[in-house]
């Protein structure tokens, strides 16, 4: 059974091709810039690699091209288009659905009721999987929620103290994101630790952060919450926030109430303390002695460790904290300033092996209690395996 598992940008698609009868990565490639007229299209397959530039108007298009593309007999991974059994998608959120849903005029209505809880994500997903579900109706689209891994979070730790029937009638709760990624960091760390009952704190840090804390294999706490704008500063969204802050600031701005949401989905976070998006033009500021960017850096690393404090409470101590995405496996320094003086609760770098790790790779010095690693996550596995699991069904 092959299955191709899509990224979606505005005007991008990304994929990567399995072959889920051994769960063997066949190819990976995708499109961009979608919509121009010189798109580029490229592909590889083990040592093999191809790219076309053409005009692509459109997803549909796109993903017709990658086909193609897969098929020729060089890159030996589809015999035809027509052996693909379907494309599965990381989708963020829906209301009142979560899990994985063969994708339908249901889930696409659910996905677009939360098009503002998720404005970053959502809107470009609905529109290309409605254009491929009518272009291409002989592939089955299947959407793995990224809510999913969180539905084992237990109502202390995923309902606000709001009216309850908020929770009970129009689901205001906690569900948590980043869940391909907790989940293959939950089943790989036990996988490593032979312990499939291992305490877990997976520390998801890139464009977007999450920390998730895992028992037995399942979530028990994520940081994000209703929205994937909550919980640690994201690059350019604003993490946790006060509601009451907002009409005091739509005041003092003259802004709306969109516009204002809009600051905090796209200029905040990281880049409303610094000015910078990414962490290493950050860290590259810091270290230049920006004041703006030294402190972006603080208060992330003050949000990590607020989370990284309370789960450890809740887990009673961690058996491993595990730190993917691409700040999370890149940035040392990061990782040092968020495991700074914490031997007294046994958690305890090895600075050599932490400035050099790449990749897969424990970083805990000897004595430490609580193992530390470092660990490419892989997100379009565990989508490719819930889509399996979906059609075998
Ligand atoms: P996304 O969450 O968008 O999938 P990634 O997990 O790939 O993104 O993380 C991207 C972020 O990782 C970048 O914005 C950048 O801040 C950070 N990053 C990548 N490489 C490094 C590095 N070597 N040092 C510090 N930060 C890095």
Known sequence: MKI??????????????????DEKLLARGGVERIGSDKSPCTVKAGSVSEEAVQSVPDHAVAVRLCLKQLADPKLNCLKSPAELAAIGFKAVHAKGMTGVQRVDERVLQAMEAYNDVAP?????????????????????LVAAFETGFHETIAPAQRLYAVPVEWAEKHGIQRHGFHGASHRYIAERTAQLLKNPAARIISCHLGGSSSLCAIRDGRSVASSMGMSPQTGL??????????PFALPDIMRATSKTLEQVLDDLANRSGLLGI???NDLRDIEKAAAAGDAKA????????????????????MLGGA???????????????????????????GVKLDVQANAAVKGEAPIHAADSKTQLWTMPTNEELIVARQAKALLMK
């Open 294 to 313: 030294k402190l972006a850096i603080d208060v992330f690393v003050a949000a990590v460790r607020h989370n990284l404090g309370a789960y450890l409470v």
């Open 120 to 140: 970053a994500h959502n809107p470009p997903y609905v529109r290309a999987m409605r254009l491929l579900a009518r272009e291409l109706p002989e592939i089955p």
């Open 274 to 276: 610094s000015g910078f």
């Open 319 to 345: 058996d491993a904290i595990v730190f993917t995405g691409g700040i999370g496996e890149n940035s040392a320094p990061m990782r040092s300033a968020i495991c700074a003086d914490l031997d007294w609760l």
């Open 233 to 242: 500063p994201q690059n350019n969204r604003v993490g946790d926030f006060d």
């Open 4 to 21: 191709l598992v899509a990224n979606l940008g505005s005007t991008s698609f990304k994929y990567r091709l399995f072959d889920m009868t």
